[in-house]
């Protein structure tokens, strides 16, 4: 599924220091057309900066911007084709609802007619009709937000930035949204831009994911293979739950761990270097007996049982004192009473495991 | 590789500086040049009333011939008049006294309305404000009216028997005193209000949690948190009374003498330019201590110096 | 933090009765019949009439008013600047001193900036008169200008500035369609505040002034050296109540414009 036709936007081996702090570090990265793109990572990653930088507010220090094959490294932001939805929405409080959607067409000298029946059309698309006449302090959140959006793709950007779009609604109204968004990207096509330390909403949302560390780029790929197959440690454990094992293969597809000898699939590793196997919690199985059948099987203790409404979680004491993490669907078929102190049996297939280079 | 690009962001042009930086430099700073130069000349029977004058088409010679002619006999005059010296002293015991009258009562006013119901606030500090955007003649002469012989003050404590001949109030340190307190009262309680306003309700709670009683609290934790509204009020108050005027002119007698007044006489009625010029270079390096204690204050609250 | 003791109510009602009883008193005089403070003659506007038959008087008052608006709005536009430039500017080469030369006239003595304003006149071989009056009252107002608009700066949100950018207004049409709009009470209020105190200034104005430019100030100041005189009283009561309007005026104009934008907002519904 690589992209074919030339990126939208790359950035190439771009820096950017503040100071003596090193904010983004030659990162280089290629965003397709009509991608819902996600940048995701810990605060300080350098996410938002990248975003700022795409935007025209920041310049690089090192490095060069493209943007339809054009560097757009130096040129600023009330030039560039491409338009954000701020963290804190940033609506014009003097100006009405209207007058804020239409204020970058005015910007661009459209006719007063053409501007009135775009707006029309911006807040039909947002589902805010009637509400042109308002002022912004007598909306909500959401409705707030529906006007920053609106606001800014009305001018029909090639690229249309988020940052941290979400994160000021509350859970159920953030769901709603997110399909929203993803919807909204469909329909028009423009490529969507999204930065977020909410790895949830990264991977409902968006095609693919950046994940960056520290300045960096950790791992970029579909939500799937981000999630499947992280690229490092580190990943595994940004994204979802993980377990992690050291170990070192002396076999092709045999690992020595300190929990004893798994089975885990090929992956070209040679022998007898440091690798880990990394576990998903709900990729493991967990029951009172030794299942039988072609799975590693690990004995332990109950640590700790926690109750989430649609999983369980199940903290198992392992024989080299370290946690495993066991996450399982709460089907309501079979009651697992599992108390602390009991011994349970973890057990998955040779496939589940991911193995971890770094 | 990529041409290091400047993000323009608005109003951080070149021009913005530029305009008011002009200005000052020829309104502000130029005239300051000057006062020195001619503190620094001789008084003459000329107009202007003073040599030399600096005369750039004379070139090179002419310049030399300028330098010799400067002397520092102006200053030699303050340093050996008393006159000059007790003016010095005087301004900066008026400036202190009041500045001190100023806190007593301006502090608890502030105080007071720090403490008072959130929306009536705005309403109170405006009407602190306000006697300031009259003007301030005005304001002294209301009290000429009060305090002259056959005044209101005099006419009221006759009438209450509590004195038996009316007093003279003007023309005393006590009528200079009241003039400063009363026009300089907005300075001192603004500024107080600001710091005491910001400070946290919370810590007293946690005082009084810890076992503070009330007094002990507003000393130990109010005044201390405090003292920038304290340093800024009391110096934006000491340093302009310092030079005063107005005040002392009107309401004071002709004992007290305070510099402005001494450089406004020597300026306007003996005509000795060099010598007021000379009065007012000795006061600004007098008080520029305290201008730029005050000016590093107000870039502190403004966050460009930690 | 919100308990209001006694004491704080006291101190509160008593530092205002201070600061408001002499102006109580003057106004009320103005309007005495008889000539003394201490005798009142029943009420009567006949300082009123003395004053309008006072030619010096109003031409010194009208001469005030004209330096005053011109004056306050070159401060205004030049304080505004300043305060832009001390926020938002980079680090430009002698900011130090720039920001040290805005902030100076705040506290000094008044004697001095008149004097040395007056000595740059005569050195400059500038004829004194409305002009020069003019150009010091502007530079000692725009201080204040600054004081006032740098703080409502400071807590500007940017983000809007950078929204407007971002939607295509270039920076110098954001400063003035964006972030302009929404200081202007600041900036209103620079501009109230620096012709109050041109209208009000007496030792700078006496400085820098030439024949025919008498000030207000000036004239009140050589009368009043005189012994008092009720007219006095009845040009200084005028002067309260123009301030007094100006001010509830622009309150009024504030909290109308609030009203009318929550009507609009409520109104019309296609």
Redesign the interface.
């Known amino acids: 599924m690589e992209a074919v036709a030339p990126p939208l936007v790359r950035f190439e081996a771009v820096t950017k220091r503040f100071g003596a702090l090193t904010a983004v570090d030659r990162l280089s990265l290629d965003i397709a057309r009509g991608a819902f793109f996600a940048l995701l990572g810990p605060s300080g990653c350098g996410k938002t900066t990248l975003l700022r930088m795409l935007?025209?507010?920041?310049?690089?220090?090192?490095?060069?911007i493209l943007l339809n094959g054009e560097?757009i490294?130096?040129?600023?932001?009330?030039?560039r084709p491409?338009?954000?939805m701020?963290?804190?929405y940033?609506?014009?409080?003097?100006l009405?609802v209207e007058k804020n959607i239409g204020?970058?067409l005015r910007?661009?000298k459209v006719a007063r007619r053409e501007i009135a029946a775009r707006v029309e059309e911006m807040l039909a698309l947002v589902r805010l009709?009637?509400y042109?006449?308002?002022?912004i302090d007598?909306l909500s959140g959401g409705q707030k937000q529906r006007v920053a959006l609106a606001?800014?793709l009305i001018?029909r950007p090639s690229v249309l930035l988020l940052d941290e779009p979400l994160a000021a609604l509350d859970k159920k109204l953030r769901a709603e949204t997110q399909f929203e968004l993803m919807e909204l990207q469909r329909r028009l096509g423009t490529s969507f831009v999204i930065v977020t330390h909410d790895q949830d909403e990264a991977m409902t949302v968006a095609d693919r994911i950046a994940v960056m560390d520290r300045g960096r780029l950790a791992q970029v790929g579909p939500p799937a293979q981000v999630y499947e197959r992280p690229a490092s440690r580190w990943v595994a454990d940004f994204i979802g739950e993980v377990t992690l094992i050291e170990g070192r293969f002396s076999a092709p597809g045999i690992m020595q761990t300190l929990i004893g000898q798994v089975r885990v699939a090929d992956a070209g590793v040679p022998l007898g270097e440091t690798v880990w196997l990394g576990l998903r919690p709900e990729k493991v199985s967990i029951g009172g007996e030794k299942p039988a059948g072609d799975v590693n099987a690990v004995a332990g203790t109950l640590h700790e049982a926690g109750y989430r409404g649609d999983m369980s979680i199940y903290k198992v004491r392992l024989g080299d004192r370290s946690l495993m993490k066991v996450a399982v669907a709460n089907t309501g078929t079979r009651q697992r009473d599992f108390s602390p102190g009991d011994v349970v049996w973890l057990s998955w297939p040779a496939d589940a495991g991911m193995v971890l280079t770094q | 590789?990529?041409?290091?690009?400047?993000?323009?962001r608005p109003g951080g042009g070149r021009l913005v500086v530029l305009i008011p930086y002009l200005w000052l430099i020829a309104f502000f700073l130029v005239p300051f040049v000057i006062v020195a130069k001619i503190s620094l000349s001789q008084t003459a029977m000329a107009l202007p009333p003073y040599t030399p004058v600096l005369d750039l088409a004379a070139g090179w010679e002419g310049l030399k011939q300028f330098a010799a002619q400067l002397s520092l006999d102006s200053y030699a005059l303050l340093a050996s008049d008393e006159l000059y010296l007790r003016s010095y002293l005087k301004s900066l015991e008026v400036a202190g006294v009041s500045t001190a009258l100023l806190l007593l009562i301006g502090y608890p006013m502030a105080y007071g309305i720090a403490r008072s119901p959130r929306g009536l606030q705005p309403l109170l500090v405006m009407l602190v404000v306000l006697p300031f955007w009259t003007s301030f003649l005005i304001r002294v002469y209301a009290w000429i009216n009060i305090l002259q012989r056959d005044g209101l003050l005099n006419d009221v404590l006759l009438r209450l028997h509590i004195i038996d001949t009316p007093l003279a109030w003007l023309a005393s340190d006590t009528a200079i005193y009241i003039g400063v307190v009363y026009s300089y009262l907005p300075f001192m309680v603004l500024p107080l209000y600001a710091s005491l306003e910001k400070i946290d309700p919370t810590l007293l709670e946690a005082a009084a949690d810890l076992g503070c009683p009330r007094w002990k609290a507003f000393w130990r934790v109010t005044l201390p948190l405090s003292w920038p509204g304290v340093a800024a009020g009391a110096l934006l108050c000491f340093i302009p009374v310092t030079g005063e005027f107005v005040i002392p002119d009107l309401l004071g007698g002709s004992r007290t003498l305070m510099i402005g007044q001494t450089l406004w006489t020597e300026f306007f009625s003996n005509r000795d330019w060099p010598v007021a010029s000379a009065i007012a270079v000795a006061l600004l390096a007098l008080l520029l201590v305290p201008i730029l204690f005050y000016e590093r204050l107000q870039k502190r609250a403004i966050g460009e110096t930690p | 933090m919100q308990r209001t003791s006694a004491f704080n109510v006291v101190s509160v009602a008593l530092g205002l009765a201070f600061l408001y009883l002499p102006i109580a008193i003057l106004v009320v005089y103005s309007f005495n019949a008889s000539r003394l403070v201490t005798i009142w003659g029943g009420w009567s506007l006949e300082w009123y009439r003395e004053l309008l038959r006072d030619q010096p008087i109003l031409d010194a008052a009208w001469m005030s008013l004209r330096i005053g608006a011109l004056s306050a709005s070159a401060a205004t536009v030049l304080g505004t600047l300043a305060a832009v430039a001390l926020t938002r500017g980079r680090r430009f080469r002698g900011r130090l001193l720039f920001s040290g030369m805005v902030y100076a006239p705040l506290v000094m003595p008044e004697v001095i900036t008149g004097l040395s304003l007056l000595l740059l006149f005569v050195a400059s071989g500038v004829d004194r008169g409305f002009w020069t009056v003019a150009a010091a009252h502007t530079t000692l107002t725009m201080c204040f200008v600054t004081v006032i608009v740098q703080s409502r700066l400071i807590g500007f949100?940017r983000?809007?500035e950078?929204?407007?950018?971002?939607?295509?207004?270039?920076?110098l049409?954001?400063f003035l369609t964006?972030t302009l709009?929404?200081i202007w009470p600041a900036v209103a209020a620079g501009w109230m505040l620096a012709f109050s105190l041109s209208l009000d200034d007496l030792v700078i104005a006496s400085f820098t002034t030439g024949p025919g430019a008498t000030t207000l100030p000036i004239r009140i100041y050589s009368q009043v050296r005189l012994g008092v005189k009720p007219e006095i009283n009845a040009i200084c009561t005028i002067m309260i109540a123009v301030v007094a309007l100006a001010t509830v005026a622009s309150s009024l104009a504030a909290k109308r414009g609030a009203m009318r934008?929550?009507r609009?907002?409520?109104?019309?519904?296609?």
């Open positions: 935007a025209g507010f920041e310049a690089p220090s090192e490095g060069r560097d490294s130096a040129m600023p932001p009330h030039v491409v338009n954000m701020f963290q804190s940033a609506l014009f409080p003097h009405n204020f970058g910007q661009e009709q009637g042109g006449r308002r002022r007598q606001r800014a001018k | 590789m990529s041409r290091r690009a400047k993000v323009k | 949100d983000s809007l950078e929204a407007a950018m971002d939607l295509g207004c270039p920076p049409r954001t964006i709009p929404l934008r929550a609009e907002g409520l109104g019309v519904q296609v």
